[in-house]
Every structure is written in structure tokens, then in C-alpha cells.
């Protein structure tokens, strides 16, 4: 029996890259499954971070409070449990919105992501929990804005679009 020679690391890594990639085979660009992902998690601190804000009306605005609460222990930690809320809620929207981030293509989308369901979910707890109205300019200067987010979220998509071509051709 003859014994074979070991290869180094370095030299099985080149032949296995060498004989299962072929020169005309072009590996995607994005990961779909990430961008998924980073979406969600952007959503989710959206969702965290308009949620932090409805535990800091809760706790600082006590119009609201003496609706349910007539007694002032339960009302004092009621705000105790809403402050620490929104230490948790911030520290959760952080956390997902780095995920998603980490996930995309630009920080710029996951960002985009993140502020616009924060925008829109602020609002629809508003209104779920406090009752507030969103007028007809409130939902002009939404569409605004959003518009705003999409044009600036475009032209970066494009940038990048346009640096990863770049790339693809000075490597050919």
C-alpha cells in the first residue's frame, strides 16, 4: 500500500475551488433570503421603536392613566413599568435594526425600512390606544414623506447598482 502525500490547506482549497466553479458561472449578487430578512428585522425595530414611544405616553402623560387607574401606587407603577418599557422597547429596536442592517445591501435601505414603519406604526398605536385622529394632512405630509424615503432609498440602490457593475468589469 502506498501512502499518499498530504496536501497543505491551501492547496485543497485551490482544487476544490477549481474543479466546482466554472469560469462562465456567475454567483448572484444579492441574497435574496438576507434582503427577506433584513426587511423583517428592520419592520420589527420599526414596530419596537413606535412601541417605545407609546410606553413614554403612557408613563409621562397622566390624563391618560387616571382614565384606568384611580388609585396612585397602581399609577406610579404602572409609570415604573412603562419607563422600564421603553428601555426594553429601545433596546429591542436597536438590537433588530442592526440585524437588519448587518442583512442588506445598504444600511440606507434598513434604515428606510426601520423609520417608515416606526412612522406608520406610531400612528396606528395612536390611534388604537389613545384615540387620536390622523387628519388629511397628516396622511398628505405621510405620503410625503414616504415618497421622500423611496426617492432617496432609489438613488442609492442605483449607486450601488451601478459600483457593483463597475467592479464585475474590472475583474473581467
Known amino acids: 500500500m502506498k501512502r499518499e502525500k498530504k496536501k497543505p490547506n491551501d492547496e485543497i482549497k485551490k482544487s476544490i475551488n477549481k474543479d466546482n466553479i466554472k469560469k462562465d458561472e456567475k454567483k448572484p449578487l444579492v441574497n435574496t433570503t438576507n434582503l427577506k430578512l ?18 413614554g405616553k403612557v408613563a409621562l402623560d397622566s390624563q391618560f392613566l387616571s382614565q384606568f ?11 415604573v413599568i412603562s419607563i422600564a418599557s421603553i428601555f426594553i422597547c429601545t433596546t429591542m429596536q436597536w438590537r433588530y435594526a442592526a440585524k437588519g ?14 423609520t417608515s414603519s416606526n412612522f406608520f406604526f406610531t400612528a396606528f398605536f395612536g390611534w388604537l390606544f389613545f384615540q387620536e385622529q390622523l387628519s388629511f394632512k397628516w396622511w398628505v405630509g405621510a405620503l410625503f414623506i414616504m415618497i421622500g424615503l423611496f426617492l432617496m432609498n432609489a438613488d442609492q440602490d442605483e449607486i450601488e ?3 457593483k457593475s463597475e467592479k464585475l468589469k474590472k475583474k473581467d
Not at 419592520?43 to 419596537?48: D, E, H, Q, S
Open 69 to 79: 387607574i384611580s388609585s396612585d401606587k397602581i399609577e406610579l407603577i404602572t409609570r
Open 161 to 163: 447598482t451601478n459600483q
Open 101 to 114: 442592517m448587518d442583512l442588506a445591501n445598504s444600511t440606507l435601505t434598513s434604515t428606510v425600512i426601520t
Open 38 to 55: 433584513s426587511f423583517i428585522y428592520s419592520l420589527i425595530g420599526g414596530v419596537f421603536a413606535s412601541l417605545s414611544s407609546v410606553c
